[in-house]
C-alpha cells in the first residue's frame, strides 16, 4: 500500500513539472484520497443473523423488488453498507452453494430490515430452516463475520 502510494505521489510530482498551467482537477490527488480511506475503512466487523423463506414476514422479493438469491442475498442497514454493494464474507468461503459449486464469499447488500441496525447484516440462506444448517455448523447465526466492501452492482443481484 505505501508503495502504491509512493509510486501515486511520484507521478503526481512528474506531471506538475511537465505542465505549464494549473488544471481544475488533480486525478493523481483524487485517487491517492480514494485508495488511503478505502484501506482504513473496509474492513469490518458485522453481526451477522440469518433468514430464510418461509420466515415470519420473508418474501421471495428484495428491496430492490428483486428475487432474493441463496446464498448470495444480504440484508443490510444501507446507513451502514449502502444497497447494491457487493461485500466478501470470508467466513462463507467453500460453503456449499444451492445448486452446485462452493461460495467464493460475495454477497449482494440488496435487501434491508427492520431489526438490521448498525454493525449488523443478515445472510439470506435459501427454502426453509434446512438451508441454514451449515451456517449454524459454522457459528454464523448470531455470530460475527468478517466483511470487507468490494464493489458495487447494478440492477438485480446474480442468481
Known amino acids: 500500500m505505501k508503495r ?7 507521478l503526481a510530482v512528474a506531471g506538475l513539472a511537465g505542465t505549464a498551467h494549473a488544471e481544475s482537477s488533480d486525478p493523481i490527488g483524487d485517487l491517492i484520497s480514494k485508495t488511503t480511506a478505502s484501506a482504513q475503512s473496509s474492513d469490518m466487523r458485522l453481526k451477522s443473523t440469518l433468514y430464510h423463506i418461509g420466515a415470519k414476514g420473508v418474501g421471495a422479493l428484495d428491496s430492490l423488488g428483486c428475487r432474493v438469491s441463496p446464498m ?12 447494491r454493494t457487493i461485500v466478501f464474507i ?20 440488496s ?11 443478515d445472510l439470506f440462506t435459501g427454502q426453509g430452516r434446512g ?22 452492482f447494478k440492477g438485480c ?3
Not at 111 to 121: H, M, Q, S
Not at 131 to 152: E, I, N
Request: net charge positive.
Open 4 to 10: 502504491t502510494l509512493a509510486c501515486l505521489a511520484a
Open 72 to 83: 448470495r442475498t444480504l440484508a443490510v442497514d444501507p446507513t451502514r453498507i449502502p444497497r
Open 90 to 109: 470470508k467466513e462463507t468461503v467453500g460453503m456449499k452453494l444451492p445448486g452446485g459449486g462452493v461460495h467464493d464469499g460475495r454477497w449482494y447488500a
Open 111 to 121: 435487501d434491508v430490515g427492520g431489526a438490521i441496525k448498525g454493525n449488523r447484516v
Open 131 to 152: 438451508s441454514m444448517a451449515q451456517f449454524l455448523r459454522k457459528g454464523l447465526s448470531l455470530g460475527t463475520v468478517s466483511a470487507v466492501k468490494v464493489g458495487t
Open 157 to 159: 443481484p446474480p442468481r
